[in-house]
């Protein structure tokens, strides 16, 4: 699979979503998602694979219960993760269609693999929006 895609779980038993994430960082990477683990866990999720690589950039697994996917996003975005595209919109389908089966699916685990990728150096929030003092 590439980038941000989705897949769904077949097996009733273990009903799951996964959805395959990627997002810039400005900051370091690293330091994001150690910020992240605590946050996740915090939100009632559990964490089980992070990986840091030479390049900077970051891989983290991570599984939520569904019903809490709007503050699993927000956490993302208040980490400082500048979302793809394609990533945002897999994040705001999964808080849409669990708002809408809310009863049925909210229990279900979604599981997310969030790549970290070190956005471009030396540029800061305000220079890439066009914001001056």
């Known amino acids: 699979m590439r980038g941000s895609e989705v897949q769904d779980g077949h ?3 273990t009903a799951r979503r996964e959805l395959r994430l990627t997002a810039l960082c ?10 992240l683990t605590g946050a996740v866990m915090a939100c009632g999720g559990w964490v089980l694979v992070r990986r840091f690589f030479p390049d ?14 709007v503050e699993m996003y927000s956490v993302l975005i208040a980490a ?14 999964l808080c849409q269609c669990t708002k809408d089966l809310i009863e049925s699916k909210g229990l279900e685990t979604a599981g997310v693999d969030l790549r970290v990728l070190p956005g471009k150096p030396g540029e800061s929030r305000e220079q890439r929006l066009g914001i001056s003092d």
Do not use: K, N, Q, Y
């Open 80 to 93: 400082g993760l500048e979302l793809i595209r394609e990533s945002h919109v897999l994040m705001a389908d």
């Open 26 to 35: 400005h900051e370091d990477a690293a330091r994001t998602v150690r910020f």
């Open 56 to 69: 900077d950039s970051a891989e983290m697994e991570f599984e939520f219960p569904r019903a809490t996917c």
């Open 11 to 13: 097996d009733e038993a």
